[in-house]
């Protein structure tokens, strides 16, 4: 170990002070740096040292000098940029943004090079003292100097503003030049409001929607609708052209609000209603490329939308009442209305699917338009019953199994419109049972498709008729086969073919049987005991009116077979042992109802087979008319098919296709569906009441509602209706407390 006296003493020397840079040596280096400054300004910087200039300004912030350079460095630039603003303010106007352009350029050069002399004194003395950067103190004594210049400022804003009105007239201006103006006047803008949007882009979105509601208040009253949306569409595309070039990125969304409310907005209404050109004539037309136009501008616009989609829904609307209204094709041809139905509705869904870009609101404002004229009149569910029947019928042979489906999801498309799909199902049954029991189905496998599609929309309570029927035509077939061979098919030289229907399935009313020539009658007593023979307990009703028969028959020599109904089949059958019987007699003898009778007669003396001929003229027939057997009757068909005359043609009433109603009116609903309408009001009120017990009367009929909407809409008095007669028949009674709440009784 070393002792205390070998061991040095630390020892502390005073602290001694940095020289200091006096006055008179900071007002020498700043006189070096200011003419430093001055070659930069002469464009002469190459021959200048950074490396010492630098220096100096940093000797100068370290030795607390840095207010005199910070405010020498200003005065400096101020008088550079005030004898700069002289010059230019001197300009004329032809060369004064060229000039602008020129000194900028060459001011942004050198504020760059003197920014990097003064670097230290802007990251320490600036930044402690909170001043401006000298970039940005350039920046604004540039604006103050010269873009706020008496004599420039004014003729700046006026030459900018001319730019661009000679652009929209389509003259050329140098677009480089105008960016570069314009993106001086927004980085001059470092301090206080923009100067960009005061000098300039105020003043231009004025002019500019000066200029377009001149320009397109002119331009649609001389032109065509579709020829103003070309001519916007070219604006748009032209200020958006603008908005990339030279405009600054603030101004492209307020531009493009004032050019859109001048040439859209303010003209939306006036576009869509413009007589002979307008939505409707585009429309009418299906002129897609012009309606695909107005949606792409409007959309600009998402209020005027509206208007686009408004007009589309009236229109469609007018034109299904119209189809309505035409009498030659909704009277008469309910085929001819369906197919211009589904032609309106695949041209519109056209238009919403190309022209609107499937939009969903203008899909929406479709469905309600078809929902609307539609269900306006009971007879499109009627119309679309006998349109389904004729594809079932006809329509599909021969078409492809793809093709098939297409067909019939139209029918099912035009189905969910209807709001009485009870009326659709109750004249389908009635058509489908006469496909069924005539053999005039296409395909069973089209039928049961079709059924299926309606069971998908409605449920199993909507289809299960339909398909008890094809259950029945099965079971039929079973029995015929046991009936054949048990050899008694062909009993008494007539061949037999029955149908067993089942009462609550088929859309069949009770009509006594009429009298069968005996032969026939034979059959009947043959197939009716085999039957019940093998199925006791059961009870067979003759429907003689639902029949049809294939009879031989020769006239003066020539044969025919004629295919008549079993009423038809009856009469004739009577001449067989006279050729003349008078109505009297030929209605004793068949007992067929005096109705029916008269219009099978009429059938069978139409110009066209006239089988028999009757004493009186005219389409009636007169009490005390005879009628002749027809030996010279001819036709070039071997088998011959005698149809059934309409018996609302002849002032009878509704025929037995309309399901018991009237004319098929607006306000027409067939006894039976009337009928099935109230027990299916009264069994969804029993159902709801025997859940909650007690519910008001709101409530009661908005829960009938809900749940009978998928078959048809009762009306609320309807409802009301159907509650006092369950009222009446005690299922139900009013609180004595709330005369408007219904307590359900057990």
Same mark, same amino acid.
């Given at each position: ?82 004898? $700069? /603003? ?39 003395? &600036? ?44 003259? +050329?201006?140098?677009? =480089? ?10 980085? $001059? ?51 958006? /052209? ?16 004032? $050019?859109?409310? /001048? ?60 189809? +309505?209204?035409?009498?030659? &094709? ?21 238009i919403v699917e190309h022209a609107f870009h499937n939009d969903q609101k203008a899909a929406k404002r479709l469905k309600e338009a078809f929902e609307d004229f539609v269900n306006a009149d009971n007879r499109s569910a009627r119309f679309l019953a006998s349109y389904a029947d004729d594809l079932l019928r006809s329509g599909l042979r021969g078409v492809p199994e793809h093709e098939v489906d297409r067909q019939l999801e139209k029918v099912i498309v035009i189905f969910r419109y209807l709001q009485d799909k009870d009326i659709f199902e109750n004249f389908h049954k009635i058509h489908l049972s006469k496909r069924l029991l005539t053999g005039r189905s296409i395909s069973n496998d089209y039928e049961r498709n079709m059924i299926a599609r309606l069971k998908a929309e409605c449920g199993y309570q909507f289809t299960s008729k339909l398909e008890g029927m094809f259950t029945d035509m099965r079971i039929s077939q079973d029995a015929m086969e046991g009936y054949r061979r048990a050899g008694l098919s062909h009993s008494y030289g007539v061949e037999l073919e029955v149908s067993m229907l089942t009462g609550g399935y088929w859309p069949t009313q009770t009509v006594d049987a009429c009298v069968l020539p005996a032969p026939l009658k034979q059959c009947c007593d043959t197939f009716e005991k085999h039957y019940?023979?093998?199925?006791? =307990? ?58 029916? +009778? ?70 027409? $609903? ?77």
């Amino acid at each position: 170990m070393t002792s205390d006296k070998t061991k040095k003493s630390l020892v502390i020397k005073p602290f001694k002070p940095r020289n200091t840079m006096d006055a008179a040596a900071a007002a020498g280096i700043w006189g070096n740096l200011s003419r430093a400054i001055d070659e930069i300004h002469n464009k002469n910087a190459s021959e200048l040292s950074y490396e010492e200039l630098y220096r100096n300004a940093y000797n100068l912030v370290l030795h607390k000098h840095g207010e005199l350079l910070y405010a020498n460095v200003r005065e400096s630039l101020r008088a550079h940029l005030t004898r $700069v /603003a002289r010059a230019a303010a001197c300009v004329p106007d032809e060369q004064l943004l060229g000039e602008l352009s020129a000194r900028w350029a060459d001011h942004q050069v050198t504020m760059v090079m003197i920014r990097d002399i003064l670097m230290y004194m802007d990251r320490t003395y &600036v930044k402690q003292m909170n001043r401006m950067l000298v970039y940005d103190l350039g920046l604004q004594i540039f604006r103050d100097a010269i873009v706020r210049h008496d004599k420039v400022r004014d003729r700046l804003r006026a030459l900018l503003l001319r730019n661009v009105a000679e652009e929209r007239a389509g003259r +050329l201006i140098d677009r =480089g030049l105008m960016k570069t103006i314009l993106g001086m006047l927004v980085d $001059v803008s470092v301090d206080g409001p923009s100067v960009y949007e005061k000098e300039f882009e105020a003043p231009f979105l004025e002019a500019t929607a000066r200029f377009y509601r001149a320009e397109s208040l002119g331009f649609i009253a001389a032109n065509t609708c579709p020829d103003y949306m070309r001519k916007v569409e070219a604006r748009l595309a032209e200020e958006a /052209a603008r908005g990339t070039q030279y405009l600054h990125v603030g101004t492209v969304p307020k531009l493009n609000a004032i $050019v859109e409310t /001048a040439l859209i907005q303010d003209h939306a209404r006036t576009l869509v209603d413009t007589e002979h050109s307008g939505c409707e004539s585009m429309f009418r037309e299906n002129k897609i490329e012009d309606l695909e136009r107005m949606y792409t501008l409007f959309q600009r616009v998402p209020s005027t939308v509206d208007d686009l989609r408004g007009a589309m829904c009236d229109f469609v609307k007018r034109s299904g009442k119209a189809l +309505l209204a035409d009498q030659e &094709v909704a009277g008469r041809e309910p085929v001819a209305f369906v197919q211009g139905l589904l032609e309106l509705r695949d041209k519109f869904t056209g238009i919403v699917e190309h022209a609107f870009h499937n939009d969903q609101k203008a899909a929406k404002r479709l469905k309600e338009a078809f929902e609307d004229f539609v269900n306006a009149d009971n007879r499109s569910a009627r119309f679309l019953a006998s349109y389904a029947d004729d594809l079932l019928r006809s329509g599909l042979r021969g078409v492809p199994e793809h093709e098939v489906d297409r067909q019939l999801e139209k029918v099912i498309v035009i189905f969910r419109y209807l709001q009485d799909k009870d009326i659709f199902e109750n004249f389908h049954k009635i058509h489908l049972s006469k496909r069924l029991l005539t053999g005039r189905s296409i395909s069973n496998d089209y039928e049961r498709n079709m059924i299926a599609r309606l069971k998908a929309e409605c449920g199993y309570q909507f289809t299960s008729k339909l398909e008890g029927m094809f259950t029945d035509m099965r079971i039929s077939q079973d029995a015929m086969e046991g009936y054949r061979r048990a050899g008694l098919s062909h009993s008494y030289g007539v061949e037999l073919e029955v149908s067993m229907l089942t009462g609550g399935y088929w859309p069949t009313q009770t009509v006594d049987a009429c009298v069968l020539p005996a032969p026939l009658k034979q059959c009947c007593d043959t197939f009716e005991k085999h039957y019940l023979e093998k199925h006791t =307990g059961r009870k067979i009703v003759w429907q003689t009116h639902m029949g049809s028969a294939d009879l031989k028959a020769v006239f003066g020599g020539r044969r025919h077979e004629l295919n008549v109904s079993t009423y038809q089949m009856c009469i004739l059958m009577l001449f067989n042992q006279t050729d003349q019987l008078s109505l009297t007699i030929i209605r004793n003898h068949v007992n067929i109802p005096d109705q029916e +009778l008269r219009r099978h007669l009429i059938s069978l003396c139409t110009p066209k087979h006239r089988i028999l001929k009757k004493t009186s003229k005219g389409k009636g027939i007169a009490d005390d008319d005879v009628f002749i057997f027809n030996e010279e009757f001819t036709s070039k068909l071997k088998r011959v098919r005698v149809p059934l005359v309409s018996a609302r043609d002849l002032g009878l009433g509704p025929d037995a296709a309309d399901g018991g109603g009237g004319g098929g009116g607006a306000d027409d $609903v067939p006894f039976n569906v009337q009928r099935d309408r109230q027990n299916m009001v009264e069994a969804a009120i029993v159902r709801i009441m025997k859940a909650r017990k007690a519910l008001g009367h709101n409530a009661l009929v908005a829960e009938v509602t809900k749940q009978l909407q998928n078959r048809f809409n009762p009306a609320p008095v309807f409802i009301k209706k159907r509650i006092e007669a369950l009222i009446e028949r005690d299922y139900l009674q009013r609180d004595e407390k709330d005369r408007r709440t219904y307590v359900y009784l057990a």
